[in-house]
């Protein structure tokens, strides 16, 4: 399942990820100020890391809008944005 992340939202999104052993987070708007440590991939949106001119760790991916929306079409999304 995807798991779109805003900061806001960040405690319990990342909460019920952990509990999906398929989950994957993307991090969204204020989400990429995030590190989650989670053990699930963890990506962030490209545009939002760049706007707010953040370093995102190694581990963490970055995607664009459009591979987000293509991914909301292929599987299962919860979002806490």
């Known amino acids: ?3 779109l992340i805003d900061k806001p939202m960040a405690e319990i ?3 019920t990820a952990a509990g999906d052993p398929e989950a994957r987070i993307v991090l969204i708007q204020d989400g990429v100020y995030l590190s ?3 053990d699930a991939p963890v990506s962030a949106v490209a545009r ?3 706007v ?3 370093s995102l760790p ?3 991916d ?3 809008y ?3 929306v293509e991914a909301l079409v292929e599987q299962e999304v919860k979002t806490f944005v």
């Open 62 to 64: 970055r995607v664009s």
């Open 66 to 68: 459009d591979d987000v």
């Open 48 to 50: 939002d890391v760049d």
């Open 36 to 38: 989650p440590d989670v």
């Open 1 to 3: 399942m995807l798991y």
């Open 52 to 54: 707010r001119g953040v």
């Open 13 to 15: 999104g990342l909460r």
């Open 58 to 60: 190694p581990d963490i």
